[in-house]
């Protein structure tokens, strides 16, 4: 992370010289606030990577030397099929929609959107959850035992 948190300190700083430039000749202030706040939000991003590499050191992408089989780390869960960023889609549009047309249907966009969002969030939050199951009720071809590693 030590490449990154170069990056975003250079953008920072371009963003600070920039602003002091900007609001120095041009004395706008809404131009001007809009420049701190990217110096700020550029800044905030390289203070984070900065600490991120100091806890944790130099990562394989960092070195010189490392090979890419160094960078891959284990294969997570993918999810075959989701209608939820259909329904988020849905709702952004909506939300749009009533932006122009009325607070009655920006109302309904902002709740299928929310609800949208926590199907997206909520899932697969029992995923990790073990199903217990005794030994009489492993007859069923449903039926999953703790070490199984099939999604659900």
Request: without cysteine; charged residues 15%; neutral net charge.
């Amino acid at each position: 992370m030590r490449t990154e948190a170069r990056l975003f300190t250079g953008v920072a700083a371009f963003f600070a010289v920039t602003a002091a430039g900007y609001g120095w000749f041009s004395e706008e202030p809404a131009g001007t606030a809009a420049l701190t706040i990217a110096f700020l939000m550029a800044s905030l991003v390289a203070f984070f990577l900065r600490v991120q590499y100091r806890k944790r050191g130099l990562r394989a992408q960092d070195r010189g030397d490392a090979e890419v089989l160094e960078t891959a780390g284990p294969l997570e869960f993918f999810p075959p099929h989701s209608p939820w960023p259909i329904v988020t889609a849905l709702g952004a549009v909506v939300l749009a929609l009533g932006i122009v047309y009325g607070l009655w249907l920006a109302l309904i966009g902002f709740g299928v959107l929310a609800l949208a969002v926590l199907g997206l969030v909520f899932q697969y939050a029992g995923r990790g959850a073990q199903r217990s199951s005794s030994p009489e009720d492993d007859s069923g071809p449903d039926s999953v035992s703790p070490t199984s590693t099939r999604s659900p």
